[in-house]
């Protein structure tokens, strides 16, 4: 197997299993991302991080999100890119990776980081804060589905959590 190319199965054997195969690739792909140089110092340790494309929204609490996504590549071609097999799915469902938007870690319910009062008079009703991408939701723990747009963003890594810092934007209705 040459380097950058990652097969799938369709059956297993034992516990190499087509999902156990698919981790496995995933690490191997991970791994061989990193331009490494195993002579180098150690240490200094700055965030890796990568382009990630949002692929859905669930709403945790009022004005706060968590997305699914998926690390893609920059093709050759201008706005080109193509999907790898790295994604937010862990051992239970697309969510258990999911990333954080910084920006929306201190809205409330009234207020927002993007320096909108939804309690003032002059708030449009009917209108609402926006998953990044598009589309909203009023349920918690209800996934928006499918977002406007997949947008791409830089991701990285901090505690162990897949963070990305985008501004969310309104839509919604004049009354």
């Known amino acids: 197997m040459t380097a950058g190319q990652y097969p799938t199965i369709s059956s297993g054997v034992g516990n190499l299993t087509p999902e156990m195969w698919t981790r496995i690739m995933r690490m191997l792909e991970s791994f061989e991302s990193k331009n490494r140089d195993e002579r180098a110092v150690r240490g200094g340790g700055g965030a890796s991080f990568f382009l990630a494309k949002l692929t859905d929204a669930k709403l945790v609490a009022t004005n706060k999100y968590i997305y699914a996504w998926t690390k893609v590549t920059i093709d050759s071609g201008d706005y080109a890119f193509t999907d790898t097999t790295i994604t937010s799915e862990g051992e239970t469902d697309k969510w258990d990776n999911a990333a954080l ?52 963003v830089i991701m990285w890594k901090n505690g162990g959590r897949n963070v990305f810092m985008a501004a969310n934007s309104y839509d919604g209705s004049c009354a």
Do not use: C, M
Request: hydrophobic share 35%.
């Open 101 to 152: 938007n910084l920006i929306e870690g201190n809205n409330t319910a009234d207020k927002t980081a993007t320096g909108v009062d939804e309690v003032s008079g002059t708030f449009p009703a009917g209108f609402s804060l926006q998953a990044i991408g598009g589309g909203s939701e009023t349920v918690v723990g209800t996934a928006v589905g499918t977002l406007g747009v997949e947008p791409i």
